[in-house]
T-cell receptor, first 115, second 113 residues
């Protein structure tokens, strides 16, 4: 597609519920990134993939967070047993490669509210 | 998590004025990026810097990669109302951290017509 597409745009989850957030990167982009943006803060790195390989997951806050990209295109960020502190905007970005000189292209994000 | 120190946190200016904001880090970065984020949208890349001392322009925007590789600034000349938004700096280190961007806290820019 023309840009990075994320769905849903908004998600309200009850505490303890599991959620799955989807990212469709730009077609042909090898690298895919997930960031978490709390209200009034800059984005914080969660994890990134090169094709289907998850090369760095050091930013995932706990073992309740899991990301996958099984076929090297669409990615899903799953959060199990959501808690209130998980409320944030989750941003996905893609890049032609890790060494791209064009930075990353971000999607519009999924705003997760845990009640 | 670690974030860069970005200042000022917010700016209120008149249309036509110039704006300057900067970012500092305790760590060295190989790349500095400047993004703008509008409400409800993801950050959009404005300028990318890849070499210490590099000065790059994009229209009314000018950014520099500090010589120490630990800082960067962004200038906006002759501001217009559509410059309103949140500006973020981001740094990228090398090695095993190559895929990861570290962001500043953002500068909220308000432009009065």
């Amino acid at each position: 597609g023309a840009g990075v597409s994320q769905s849903p745009r908004y998600k309200v989850a009850k505490r303890g519920q599991d959620v799955a957030l989807r990212c469709d990167p730009i077609s042909g982009h090898v690298s895919l990134f997930w960031y978490q943006q709390a209200l009034g803060q800059g984005p914080e790195f969660l994890t990134y993939f090169q094709n289907e390989a998850q090369l760095d997951k050091s930013g995932l806050p706990s073992d309740r967070f899991f990301a996958e990209r099984p076929e090297g295109s669409v990615s899903t960020l799953k959060i199990q047993r959501t808690q209130q502190e998980d409320s944030a905007v989750y941003l996905c970005a893609s890049s032609p490669s890790l060494t791209s000189n064009y930075g990353y292209t971000f999607g519009s994000g999924t705003r997760l509210t845990v009640v | 998590g670690q974030q860069l120190n970005q200042s000022p946190q917010s700016m209120f200016i008149q249309e036509g004025e110039d704006v300057s904001m900067n970012c500092t880090s305790s760590s060295i970065f190989n790349t500095w990026l400047w993004y703008k984020q509008d409400p409800g949208e993801g950050p959009v890349l404005l300028i990318a810097l890849y070499k210490a001392g590099e000065l790059t322009s994009n229209g009314r925007l000018t950014a520099q990669f500090g010589i120490t590789r630990k800082d960067s600034f962004l200038n906006i000349s002759a501001s217009i109302p559509s410059d309103v938004g949140i500006y973020f700096c981001a740094g990228r280190a090398g090695g095993t951290s190559y895929g990861k961007l570290t962001f500043g806290q953002g500068t909220i820019l308000t432009v009065h017509p």
